[in-house]
């Protein structure tokens, strides 16, 4: 597997604008070529062409923040009067930056673009105007209320293009609230927190959320978000985890769930009856890890913080901030070197591969070369028979000439009946059939 080797769409020069957006059957179109297709072509032809609506395409756009021509342009392009397009802007951050055509519809409305406009001309949020809950974790609450819990007490949501949470009912609140005050405390310095752009590939560390991880099997049944959350520093970004601890503990089966022995009344601790056994399983403590890893191939990062108690991670947060900080280059330059070295291996891969296909067609030419001196043989041997099947009957005619006709009708009636048990004696059609080494193989 390499490292980053993709190309999400062909890009065309701009004096060819109906290939601008490259082969219209690609699953993910990039903003440069919306952009491009804009400007050059009206809106209803491209919805037509990629299969949408155009209200539905004018939200990818929204949603893409790509300038669009404003009403009557086309009318002035008519009579050379329009005005130049303007420059695409850098998308920021963490936004997306290409359209997954396999994706859900999009839920964007003007309102919220404007909004959202009005809001980046106004300078940085300071500490005193953030807001009291990140984005991300808007109403997340209810994505965990709508689902009962598994048997080992952790929810499984069935929403999963959200933030990375792998927590019980009861630790949900505890978990929301360290969460938020660590991405805001990442907004104050000016990083981003999303979820990872679906154009690049960004892996997820897995999760053992056992205190004491050992060689004991466990049944990791957690919930998985579609997409890693990663916080953007500088030109890297960090993967974040966040989950409840579990502890082994003796616990009862009450309801197809499991229950800690420990918080069920003392006389309904014993099991009064052989179906009721007590076990030891994995179960939710009420405290967390932070896991903060490298979502990129084979450069490998990973940071745990625990909890001792509940609540005592938040005052590590500013501790936290500052590690990230003052380890981005050094995951950058990591990152780097391991793409430069993926690089190297895909080259040679390549050439691995050339001469494989090389060493293949060698050996397809020589067989087929063998194949061919074979056949010709077998040609031969049966031109070989051939000529002596037909001077041997030849030779039985002849002497038949010399016998008389009672004798002669005979001879020459079983000729015939052996020369039509024998078939057809014609050389020429086996040597028809006959294919030259250049032939071979069905070329």
């Known amino acids: 597997m390499l490292f980053n080797r993709w190309k999400v769409i062909p890009m065309e020069g701009s004096a060819n604008p109906q290939n601008s957006a490259g082969d219209m059957s690609d699953e993910v179109v990039t903003r440069e070529s919306l952009f491009d297709l804009a400007w050059s072509t009206p809106m209803s032809k491209i919805s037509s062409r990629f299969g949408v609506s155009s209200s539905y395409l004018t939200k990818v756009y929204i949603s893409l923040k790509i300038p669009r021509p404003p009403v009557g342009y086309w009318a002035q392009v008519a009579v050379g009067k329009a005005k130049a397009r303007p420059v695409l802007p850098d998308a920021q951050p963490g936004e997306p930056t290409v359209w997954n055509r396999n994706e859900a519809p999009l839920q964007v409305q003007r309102s919220s673009v404007i909004k959202r406009k009005r809001v980046n001309r106004t300078p940085p949020l300071n500490s005193d105007a953030q807001p009291r809950r990140h984005p991300l974790l808007l109403s997340i609450e209810e994505h965990f209320k709508k689902v009962r819990e598994s048997e080992n007490g952790y929810d499984r949501p069935t929403k999963r293009a959200m933030a990375d949470l792998i927590v019980s009912r009861s630790g949900l609140a505890h978990a929301v609230d360290f969460a938020n005050q660590l991405?805001?405390?990442?907004?104050?310095?000016?990083?981003?927190?999303?979820?990872?752009?679906?154009?690049?590939?960004?892996?997820?560390?897995?999760?053992?959320?056992?205190?004491?991880?050992?060689?004991?099997?466990?049944?990791?049944?957690?919930?998985?978000?579609?997409?890693?959350?990663?916080?953007?520093?500088?030109?890297?970004?960090?993967?974040?985890?966040?989950?409840?601890?579990?502890?082994?503990?003796?616990?009862?089966?009450?309801?197809k769930r499991l229950v800690r022995l420990g918080s069920r009344p003392e006389r309904k601790r014993v099991a009064p009856y052989r179906n009721e056994w007590v076990m030891r399983a994995d179960m939710p403590s009420g405290r967390l890890c932070l896991q903060i890893y490298s979502p990129y191939y084979r450069a490998e990062w990973v940071q745990r913080w625990k909890e001792d108690k509940p609540g005592d991670l938040i005052n590590k947060i500013p501790s936290i901030v500052k590690l990230l900080i003052a380890e981005a280059q050094g995951l950058a330059e990591k990152v780097k070197l391991e793409r430069e070295k993926a690089e190297l291996e895909w080259q040679k891969h390549q050439l691995q591969l050339a001469e494989w296909k090389r060493k293949e067609e060698e050996k397809r030419h020589l067989k087929a070369i063998q194949d061919s001196r074979e056949q010709l043989e077998s040609v031969i041997q049966t031109w070989a028979k051939v000529n002596s099947v037909r001077a041997f009957f030849a030779d039985i005619e002849k002497s038949a000439q010399c016998l008389d006709g009672v004798a002669r009708e005979a001879v020459m009636e079983r000729l015939a009946n052996a020369k039509e048990l024998i078939g057809d004696l014609d050389a020429l059609k086996h040597f028809a059939d006959w294919k030259p080494p250049l032939l071979q193989g069905g070329d």
Do not use: C
Not at 205 to 223: A, G, I, M, Q, T
């Open 183 to 255: 991405f805001l405390a990442f907004m104050k310095k000016g990083l981003t927190v999303t979820l990872s752009d679906p154009a690049e590939r960004m892996s997820r560390e897995p999760v053992d959320h056992r205190d004491n991880p050992s060689s004991r099997y466990f049944y990791p049944s957690l919930w998985q978000p579609q997409r890693p959350t990663v916080v953007h520093v500088g030109s890297v970004v960090f993967g974040l985890s966040i989950y409840e601890i579990s502890e082994y503990v003796e616990v009862k089966s009450v309801d």
